[in-house]
């Protein structure tokens, strides 16, 4: 819930951000706001304690990915995310307003960071500019594959910032998309940008009671490490395997319980699709079970996971359960309305599944580290060479960097 203050502000304050009214269309209000909002990021992030590693957090959402860092002893030195409403959350969770639009900003004021994190929507490539310059023999690259796309803008922060490592996630059909044709690009490019790329396809029901399957993909700097990096997916599923009474809440309001019409619609929806053969229609959540996926369009009917009521029409989840679904603490703050809500953790990524991951690329790129500080010692052991001191004719070792 917005709350209402006045500020006095000088003149010479009042006129800059009335230019800068002027030049983005935005209110007096969103901008103070902003401002307030930034400065306030700031003064955290100075706060901070030293940590582990760094890491960014590219196309935040409310910060699914970031919480998974985190946990894993990691400090999150900058973040971006377009969605204003995301953005809220963001900050009400975190105390830091991410960054807008990703296209716009310029990839040398990124903090330096050790990991770099990205939730990236899934967009096609377009080949006719490639095609192009193939057919004239010019050769291409991650440049004219990936431009107009917000893989781009990855890559860019890639080459410019040269993480140790890196981790993207996306849904499971980015593999088939564009038949093929979209993984292949992203995938040539990032070893194109010399980094060493590993991919699985992990499934949130081993941590959370809901089928939800998401493709991962990281990569290690060949610059830094070499080839023989040997990453592995090794996740460590919960058990016992959680079920969806777990995350159901006690008091639920009545406001989520289906209305006639509704149901009824839902009903003739899916009697209508099974007369035809197909699959479509709602889906009662069994109480000992996994749900199915939990989608950003939720807020419609949630239809897909909807809970059984004794006496009553199926109820749809709360914001709460949802956050739960995702693996979310309970002290998650949820500053928006139910419909902003779903859509954010219909979005989001199930938090433990990427605690689990990032806790193995942590510990793989200090395991790397630590091998790479190794050979550096053995180097300079080797670089020891004994020469003769013309004074008395004695041989005393010399330290060769």
Known sequence: MAKQIHVRLDDAVYEAI????????????DAVSTALMQFLTREMRDAQPEADF?????????????????????????????????QQTYFANFGEQPD????????????????????FPCQPFSIAGVSKKQSLGRATGFEDKTQGTLFFDICRILKAKRPKAFMLENVKNLKSHDRGRTFKVITEALEELDYEVFHAVLDGQNYVPQHRERILIVGFDRKRYGRNIGFQFS?????????????????????????????????NYAAKHRAAGNGFGYGIADPNGVSRTLSARYYKDGSEILIEQRGKNPRRLTPRECARLQGFPDDFIIP??????????????????????????????KELDAEKKKKKQQDQRAALIYETDETNGRKVAVMHE
């Open 18 to 29: 009335s230019k800068y009214n002027d030049e983005t269309n935005i209110s007096m209000q």
């Open 54 to 86: 760094t890491f960014i957090d590219l196309f935040a959402g409310i910060g699914g990915m970031r919480l998974a860092y985190e946990q894993a002893g990691g400090h999150c030195v900058y973040s971006n995310e377009w969605n204003k409403y995301s």
């Open 100 to 119: 807008g639009d990703i296209t716009k900003v310029d990839e040398a004021s990124i903090p330096d960071h050790d990991i770099l994190v990205a939730g």
């Open 235 to 267: 996740i460590t599923p919960v058990d016992p395997k959680p079920a969806i009474k777990a995350i159901l809440e006690t008091q639920v309001d009545d406001k989520y319980t289906l209305t006639d019409k509704l149901w009824t619609y839902l009903q």
């Open 336 to 365: 928006v309305s139910d419909t902003q809500a779903y859509k954010q953790f219909g979005n989001s990524v199930v938090v433990p599944l990427m605690a689990n991951v990032a806790q193995l690329v942590v510990d793989k790129m």
